[in-house]
């Protein structure tokens, strides 16, 4: 079993996302374990703080080294992979989440105000980015990295229901439907009512790529890459 500890100062934002939906499930399966650890308990500051201001002047205030230093190293065994979440971390992808998936323990810290001290990054095996934007902190990054790991762990969700995932591949999902058959005129591809598997697979297959060259032609030559 995989077991995920976020290091954050808000563990209340994970309440709802814990406690529904295919993540849950999964939890109370015991085909994962995730611990939301409020870092703030490991600071020796008597008064509880964490964070101070930037050497060299400068807006807001920086996440001290000790209490997170004091966290994970409480925290961490030999098989643990530690993950920084920054906005200038190498970009998150369906790939990534494939390879995490398959790791025994992982600490995702969650920065927040206006950074972290930079000697935190000595921490981490990997710095991660959701994207090329700016959030108030690392903990939505920390649910998508969760998510995204939790669902391609055996048991969790049915194997065929992320083969076809986009980017599974380099691919876009293809186009799917449910009934109606016909509504306002749009009508189902007669393909996927014909009950041949062998078009059915073809077709998907075309529309995948169809899809991807339209809309992320950039994938689409990853994969012309990768078969030469």
């Known amino acids: 079993m995989i077991r995920i500890d976020i290091l954050t100062l808000f563990p209340s934002m994970f309440d709802g996302f814990l406690n529904e939906s295919i993540i849950n499930r999964a939890i109370k399966r015991n085909l994962v374990q995730i611990n939301v650890i409020n870092f703030r308990d490991y ?20 996440l001290t080294p000790q209490p997170i230093f004091d966290a994970v190293e409480d925290l961490k065994t030999e098989n643990t992979k530690v993950i920084l979440l ?15 998936s398959h790791e025994e323990h ?3 810290i969650c920065g927040h105000y206006e950074g972290f001290d930079e000697r935190i990054r000595t ?5 991660i980015s959701i994207g090329d934007y700016v ?37 876009l999902d293809y186009p799917t439907y449910t009934k109606p ?48």
């Open 106 to 108: 992982i600490i995702l």
């Open 123 to 127: 921490l981490a095996d990997s710095e």
């Open 43 to 62: 600071t020796l500051d008597p008064h509880g703080k964490v964070d101070d201001t930037p050497y060299g002047g400068g807006a807001g205030m920086v």
């Open 181 to 228: 058959r016909d509504f306002r005129g749009m009508k189902v591809p007669d393909v996927l009512t014909s009950g041949n598997h062998k078009e059915i697979e073809k077709y998907r297959l075309e529309q995948q790529i169809k899809r991807t060259k339209e809309r992320r032609p950039d994938l689409l030559k990853e994969v012309i890459k990768n078969a030469s």
């Open 86 to 100: 920054t906005p200038d971390g190498k970009t998150y992808n369906q790939e990534m989440a494939y390879s995490y």
């Open 135 to 171: 959030l108030t902190g690392g903990e939505i990054p920390s649910m998508v990295i969760t998510d995204s790991i939790t669902r391609l762990i055996d048991g969790v969700i049915e194997k065929e229901s992320h083969e076809y995932d986009s980017f599974n591949n380099n691919l």
